[in-house]
Each structure stands twice: as C-alpha cells, then as structure tokens.
C-alpha cells in the first residue's frame, strides 16, 4: 500500500494502546484499513470471528480515530486466499454501512484479488521491492543431457578435502546478505532454485551422485577461499565466478545453466559459501 499510494501510512502497534484497531490510513482521503488474516477464513467458527471482529474493531475503530481523522471510507481487508470473502462477514459490512451513525462512511470489503490488482498497478521495480527479484520470461531451461554432462565432468574432479554434512539449511536470502553477494550473482542464484525440481529428479534417477556433487562443490569453494582472499575487491562474488568457471566443461548457454541449477541447489544448503551465523 506504501508504493501504491504514497499518502498511505501503516499504523504499529503500541504498547497497551495496540494499534488502536487501525492497521493503516490515509488522512488525505479519510481511509482508514483493518486487516483480518487467519489461516482459513471459510471454517465455520473463523466466519463467525470474522463477523464478530467487523462489527466490533469498526465500532473501536470509529470511536477512537473519527475525532483524529474523520473516517469516509473503510476497507475490511481479509485473507480469503482467493477462495472469496464469505457471505456472512458482506451482510455485516453491508448491515453497518446502513446505520445512522455510519451512514457518511463507504464500507468495502478487500480481499486477495482485490489486492492483486492494487499490486499489478506498480512498476516492475516497485514490485521488485515488495517480493523480491521476479525473473524475465525467456529464463534459460535446464537440458537434461548438458546436466548429465556436467555431473559426470564434475565427477571426475579428484576430492582431497574432508566434508562434514550440514544440519541447518539457512535462509537463502539471509545466506546471499550474509556473504556479501551482488544483486548479479543473487538473480543468478535465485533462478538457478526454480530449477530445483528439475535436479531432483535427476538425482533420485542416478542414487548417490548428490552425496557425491556436495563433497565436490564443497571442495571447489573451499579451493576459491585459498585462492581468492577477503581482502580482495568483490571477493565473494568472485569465488562464486571462480566456481562457476571451474565446474563448466564447456562454456555453452546450456552448460552454464546446468552449474547454476546445481551451484543454487547447494547454495541453499550451505556445502558452497558461508553459513550465517
């Protein structure tokens, strides 16, 4: 809502006063917004709470903001996932907006679709922020005979260095912050993980040859780390380039997309790159 309407401003709540049943407004326009967002709103005792809590929050609400910022239109934004917001909590908002002291206020109902269509009004780089790096259309698709390629090449690189398991799989992007990697290497590792899908199957078709890429991607880095100091310039993101230009037999489009799929898969369970602490 901040990058929809610049005149938006969330409310937090504080200390015993809470938020004063009011989760952002627009004094510009008199809008004020609540949000209810249970995990499913259609069970029969979640509609009813979703009842209860419209009638009541707008009457807290109306009570303890209309004298701050005279209300002309209130939204009662609900977690409907797309499924519709359910009838009995319309007749409500519909029943309120009849009443003499509420008569003034247009009452609306905002659900998932709702809300979609606010987040498709912004611009690609507004989006960005809110949900992160959206890839182009034309993403390279991983070949499965350039990704058998490049396992058995991968293979074939001896292994002199000890690999102890990791039991904690961090955060990915947590992890990308963490090491310090660009917004380059990050949009190359972020699509390299909608390929997972791809590289399990190929490993539950070839038992064993996962165990096997960990202690080699491991090894790979842990030579990148010997080589490559802190001290120098863009260290991290050259350690990713350093791998990277190590693990392709070739350097083709479809080659390189293989080693990305696999340099996120164990990216993301930190055999390559630090883990945050």
């Known amino acids: 809502m901040c990058k929809h309407n610049s005149n938006f401003k969330p409310v937090k709540a504080y200390g015993r006063l809470g938020d004063r049943k009011n989760d952002g407004f627009d004094k510009t326009t008199g809008t004020i917004y609540q949000v209810f967002a249970p995990e499913d709103l259609n069970r029969e005792g979640t509609i009813k709470d979703g009842v209860r809590k419209l009638k009541e929050d707008f009457k807290g609400l109306y009570e303890k903001w209309n004298d701050i910022c005279p209300i002309k239109k209130y939204y009662f934004v609900a977690n409907d996932k797309y499924d519709g917001v359910p009838a009995p909590i319309h007749d409500m908002a519909i029943e309120l907006s009849k009443q003499s002291s509420y008569s003034h206020i247009d009452i609306d109902i905002l659900g998932a679709s709702d809300l979609e269509k606010i987040f498709n009004s912004l611009d690609r780089f507004e989006k960005q922020d809110i949900v992160g790096f959206i890839p182009d259309q034309n993403i390279q698709v991983v070949e499965y005979e350039a990704l ?100 392709c037999i070739k350097n083709t489009i479809p080659i390189q997309t293989s080693v990305l799929v696999l340099m996120s898969y164990y990216f993301s369970s930190c055999d390559v790159f630090e883990e945050p602490s």
């Open 148 to 247: 058998n390629e490049t396992v058995n090449y991968l293979l074939t690189i001896e292994n002199n260095i000890n690999y102890l398991d990791k039991l904690i799989v961090p955060d990915f992007y947590e992890k990308i912050t963490f090491n310090g990697l660009s917004q380059v290497v990050r949009n190359k590792l972020t699509v390299g993980s909608y390929q997972e899908g791809i590289l399990i199957e190929y490993f539950n078709n070839t038992p064993g040859v996962n165990e096997v890429l960990q202690k080699k991607f491991h090894m790979l880095y842990e030579e990148a780390k010997n080589i490559i100091k802190n001290t120098k310039e863009n260290f991290a993101d050259c350690r990713f380039y350093y791998i990277l230009e190590k693990s």
